[in-house]
């Protein structure tokens, strides 16, 4: 499963940005997709996971609960994390990452099989 992330860039404090997680030759309904990000000098944290139709459930990292908001659009074939509110905190490289249906991997060390490449979100007034 090959991902491509997008929509990063420069916004200021309590701004809103949209990245998209887009997928080629696999359909992602099947496949649980999960939002990871690393900022300069940490560990890589878990953001969002969204388990496949029937897989399991949603879920958030406390960090971002009420903030973010994960959903997908089938017929683009494309995932999406919509970031509200945001904070110099969320500063960080955005990845999307892969598993089939469910999002059980999410919350392992490694555990998702197939990564996308980072996108840059900056926070910064």
């Known amino acids: 499963v090959q991902l491509q992330a997008s929509g990063g860039g420069l916004v200021q404090p309590g701004g809103s940005l949209r990245l998209s997680c887009a997928a080629s030759?696999?359909?992602?309904?099947?496949?649980?997709i999960a939002w990871f990000r690393q900022a300069p000098g940490q560990e890589r944290e878990r953001v969002s996971c969204?388990?496949?139709?029937?897989?399991?459930?949603?879920y958030y990292a406390d960090s971002v609960k009420g903030r973010f908001t994960i959903s997908r659009d089938r017929e683009k074939n494309s995932v999406y994390l919509q970031m509200n509110n945001l904070k110099p905190e969320d500063t960080a490289v955005y990845y999307c990452?892969?598993?089939?249906?469910?999002?059980?991997?999410?919350?392992?060390?490694?555990?998702?099989?197939?990564w996308g490449n980072g996108t840059l979100v900056t926070v910064s007034s």
């Open positions: 990452a892969a598993e089939f249906a469910s999002c059980s991997g999410y919350f392992l060390d490694d555990g998702m099989p197939y």
């Open positions: 969204d388990s496949a139709s029937g897989g399991g459930g949603t």
């Open positions: 030759s696999y359909t992602l309904e099947y496949y649980a």
